[in-house]
């Protein structure tokens, strides 16, 4: 392209020479008539134009690009392609009789397009062990092995077979898997709404239990179940076949009827993925070609009208701004501030003083287990008593904390609880959870008692977490910024993205293929880069040449007509490029360091050594941060990052499930009737069918549990009605549904007693809760004494009193022991608030109640950083459970693995949130504690320069920005 661009040129240029004389006339370009164009400051705003003039006249029209779209696959036509797949001869047959119908080819050659060119055509090695071998030698390599790496590729295989240091099998995108897309696409076009509108739906619809879409399933599931009984005639016995086996019974007729049939499941779910996807880049194709063609109209009449206003805006777009948002699972701060500080091993000698006491954790009095895995640490164990000093290692984190230590928080806040499924969406759009706009996604689990609907979000109904956020109608940074170039690897939530690396892909075959999604994103920008590079030189040229047109004397009509011709066709090459170029929003999310800290230990070689993920992921930040700067768009992109929580060691496992409910039935005459929703940490995914679900009536307790950090149980007894949650009062009273009425049991005191060595703390509802108002009681036991406390809640603050006992359980007053002990003027601080809010404050007058801010900087001196304010919003949302238990350090709730976040510890609660890029270099103000769910607001407010207001618009977050 780049080739084609410069031989035009020169074909213009040689004609335009026969014109010298006009070119003797030149003067500067006539000053710009930009009345009425958006401007801010003074400077003409492109990016007000696209969104007003360019984006508002666009239309997902099917009509134009009918007969536009010249398809190829993997460098083959579309009818060639299909013939190389591994498809029964009858299919290929059908398929490619009806590609001559652009109904029918059209979105297959884009769905296809994005699974083989995106996905496909790339090698499978490990990049990251590649650019080691190019910094260590093989000894070095050797000495940092572990269970995630190692040079010998035999011995990986045989350490990935077991089953504690394995993880689930990887999804393969291959030949096959693209012929099964292409059999249930061929199944499914016919029959999609969306093929006979003019235009394309602005949402999926996702299959409900019409007769419509029941006929759908029932064609669909012979075609996947046969697939099924393929796959597992080729298995080893074990838990994956076992699993399949029963999915392939549930397709027998027999079992047609059955609820939660997992063959019926199993097809709703892939019917939905390959018709969303089906939908989302056909729309990505056909919004890119209408953009193309408003975009080349505007840039046409604008040029014909006002070539003042045009220059105007070329010039915008050159000094435009750009921002990167990366979003990393379990990135906690104070262990990246502690590998990469030299002269502050705070934190990391009391991470490895807790390993050392791991004994001391353990529940004397309650049945334990602990994880099959054991944790290694010997890097760690290097760092604190001999140092580690290596250029090559985290040298992007390095120069990050050297350079912008004062745009990184210095206390990150992780919403409670602190579960992916609950703060990814918060860091990714900027949203609450609660009210108006919020995500409505408390937890990795919860029960919808609206529609008596159980959701656990790791198997199939990951699915319907984009559903639910649209049901919500939550604004994604994709939705806010439709009118750029955007471009989104690897995260979730990105309907209206225009380049999408599915998220869900990416997990599937990340686990497997390392580097899989990194790879794919970095070659995604690097071939934008070098279509920047030329977008760069073709507006200066532009400007140039529209400011010689101008000039041009206007008798001299050839010479006019000449270079009018040129700058019209070197307009339209230009709207061409433009959506190739580096996207004004790029949204890069990686998963893998809790991924693997989940089955390995948060503080394992396998993270921290320079073969670990820590280090892997410094390594792709510096190669996404050196495409920027091959792009010469580096110091106009403002970057921002951060974790959706941390992540704490498990040295000892228990089930309260087991400990509370099994202890209790032995000592009833009736059966209790329990509901587990969740699988342990460690264990496999879950099947829900998403039309014929289990219902929760009828039921005493449902319980569930996600990340080892956090237990909820959803109780029914509450005197409005089932679909309301109860209060602590009423569950004093609870009367399980096979028990007599006159022998009420106060389940409260049961749970707590029964796991008083292993618990926290619970929270349960003291009062109903309101965005505005609430009142929470959090129990634990200390010292064997049960111990009661209330947070209450009214508009901006809150108010923390004991009920019973004298210890506190949120331990206000004791500070952080993986901090550095306070200077004067901090210990200051800290006692005048704790002063204030803690001794000064009356419970009649909330008056004297400190407000958020002020509990927010006084915890931000403890371990539980802003604990009274997470508390008191946990239950602004109904969905979130009706009692949340979190463990004590170093235990786990129902898990199976070493590593677990969700709970209330600092190490899990302790999120990264920074900023850095010579847009903010020495402009911000110093971070001390701040809410990971600023992350989208700070940048949004950067890139379009419009003030954020926590509250407003969608926002439950304020942006960073002064």
């Known amino acids: 392209m780049e080739k084609e661009i410069k031989v035009k040129k020169r074909t213009v240029s040689s004609l335009l020479g026969m014109s010298a004389l006009s070119f003797s006339m030149l003067s500067l370009p006539c000053s710009a008539n930009i009345s009425a164009v958006p401007v801010v400051g003074g400077i003409v705003n492109s990016s007000e134009i696209l969104k007003h003039q360019i984006n508002d006249s666009i239309t997902y029209t099917t009509t134009t690009v009918r007969d536009a779209a010249i398809f190829t696959i993997a460098g083959l036509t579309l009818d060639a392609y299909i013939l190389s797949l591994p498809l029964d001869s009858s299919v290929k047959k059908r398929v490619i009789a009806q590609l001559s119908n652009p109904y029918y080819a059209i979105p297959l050659g884009h769905f296809l397009y994005t699974f083989v060119d995106k996905y496909g055509n790339m090698d499978n090695e490990d990049a990251f062990k590649a650019y080691l071998k190019t910094k260590y030698s093989e000894e070095e390599l050797q000495r940092f092995s572990h269970s995630l790496f190692t040079l010998n590729e035999l011995q990986k295989e045989e350490d990935a077979s077991k089953p504690s240091e394995g993880h689930h099998q990887g999804l393969k995108v291959d030949r096959k898997f693209i012929a099964n897309m292409v059999v249930v696409y061929d199944e499914l076009v016919q029959i999609g709404e969306w093929k006979d509108l003019n235009t394309l739906p602005d949402r999926y619809t996702y299959l409900s239990d019409s007769p419509e879409d029941k006929a759908i399933i029932d064609k669909i599931q012979p075609i996947i179940l046969s697939g099924l009984e393929k796959s597992v005639l080729g298995m080893d016995k074990g838990e994956m076949r076992s699993a399949l086996e029963l999915i392939i019974a549930d397709g027998k007729p027999e079992n047609k009827n059955k609820v939660n049939n997992k063959a019926e499941a199993l097809t709703i779910t892939l019917i939905d993925f390959v018709r969303l996807n089906v939908l989302k880049s056909y729309r990505q194709f056909v919004y890119q070609e209408q953009r193309q063609i408003a975009l080349n109209s505007w840039l046409q009449e604008t040029f014909k009208d006002n070539p003042d206003t045009l220059v105007a805006y070329l010039a915008s777009r050159q000094q435009r701004r750009l921002a990167v948002q990366v979003t990393v699972d379990g990135l906690q701060q104070g262990l990246i501030e502690g590998l990469v500080t030299p002269t502050e091993k705070t934190f990391l000698k009391q991470i490895y003083q807790d390993h050392l006491n791991r004994n001391e954790y353990k529940p004397q009095g309650e049945p334990t287990s602990q994880p099959e895995h054991e944790q290694q640490l010997t890097f760690l164990k290097t760092m604190i008593e001999k140092g580690y000093q290596d250029p090559n290692y985290l040298p992007f984190f390095s120069q990050l904390y050297q350079e912008y230590e004062k745009s990184i928080v210095n206390v990150g806040i992780s919403s409670t609880p602190t579960i992916s499924v609950r703060n990814l969406p918060i860091i990714k759009t900027g949203a609450k959870v609660s009210g108006e706009g919020g995500t409505g996604i408390p937890n990795f689990h919860f029960v919808d008692r609206q529609d008596d609907r159980a959701y656990y979000f790791f198997g199939n109904d990951a699915l319907q977490l984009d559903r639910l956020m649209d049901a919500n109608k939550v604004q994604t940074m994709f939705d806010r910024l439709d009118y750029l170039v955007t471009l989104n690897c690897n995260a979730q939530y990105d309907w209206n993205a225009h380049t999408t690396y599915d998220g869900l892909v990416n997990l599937g075959a990340g686990e497997s293929l390392r580097d899989f999604g990194e790879k794919r994103c970095l070659r995604e920008l690097t071939q934008r880069a070098k279509t920047e590079k030329t977008i760069t030189e073709m507006r200066a040229e532009l400007i140039e040449e529209i400011g010689i047109y ?12 000449t270079q009018k011709w040129k700058i019209q066709q070197e307009l339209e090459t230009l709207s061409k490029l433009e959506q190739k170029g580096m996207p004004d929003y790029a949204l890069i999310y990686n998963p893998w360091p809790d991924h693997f800290a989940h089955f ?14 820590l280090n892997r992921l410094d390594y792709w930040l510096t190669q996404i941060s050196d495409v920027y700067k091959s792009a010469n768009v580096y110091d106009r992109t403002l970057w921002g990052m951060a974790g959706d929580h941390g992540l704490a060691p498990v040295y000892y496992s228990l089930n309260p499930e087991k400990q509370v409910f099994e202890t209790l039935q032995a000592e009833l005459d009736y059966p ?17 069918n998403a039309l014929n679900y289990e219902s929760n009536k009828e039921v005493d307790v449902v319980v569930a549990s996600t990340a080892g950090g956090n237990f909820m149980m959803d109780f029914f007894n509450s005197q409005q009605g089932w679909k309301v949650q109860p209060t602590y009062s009423e569950l004093t009273t609870w009367i399980p549904v096979n028990a007599p009425e006159d022998q009420p049991i106060n389940i409260v005191n049961e749970i707590a007693s029964r796991l008083k060595e292993s618990l926290d703390y619970l929270v349960v509802r003291e009062t109903p809760c309101s965005l505005d108002e609430c009142q929470i009681r959090v129990i634990g036991f200390k010292d064997d004494i049960r111990v009661d406390e209330l947070i209450s809640k009214k508009g ?41 809010c803690m001794i000064s404050a009356d419970a009649n007058e909330d008056s004297s109640w400190c407000t958020e801010q002020e509990w927010r900087t006084l915890t931000s001196f403890t371990a539980r950083p802003d604990v009274v304010n997470q508390l008191a919003y946990l239950y602004e949302e109904d969905r979130a459970g009706t009692i949340n238990l979190f463990p004590k350090f170093g235990v786990g709730f129902n898990t199976k693995v070493p590593g677990r976040h969700a709970g209330e510890h600092y190490l899990e609660k302790d999120a990264f949130l920074g900023f850095w890029g010579k847009p903010i270099k020495n402009k911000m103000a110093p971070l001390i504690i701040e809410e990971n769910g600023s992350l989208a607001p700070t940048l949004y407010q950067y890139l379009t320069e419009e003030k954020v207001i926590k509250n407003e618009n969608g926002w439950g977050y304020p942006s960073l920005l002064n």
Do not use: C, H, W
């Open 600 to 613: 390995t230990g948060p503080f394992s070689d396998e993270i921290l050594m320079p073969t670990g993920e």
């Open 672 to 688: 209790l009737v329990i509901k587990k929703i969740s699988s342990d940490e460690g264990e496999g995914p879950k099947i829900t």
């Open 796 to 836: 901006n603050r809150l108010f923390y009193q004991p009920v019973a006992g004298s210890s506190q359980l949120l331990e206000v007053d004791v500070l952080n022991i993986y901090k550095p002990q306070l200077n004067e003027t901090e210990q200051k601080q800290y006692d005048e608030l704790y002063q204030r």
């Open 550 to 561: 101008q000039n041009i004397f206007v008798l001299d009509i050839y010479s006019k007509l």
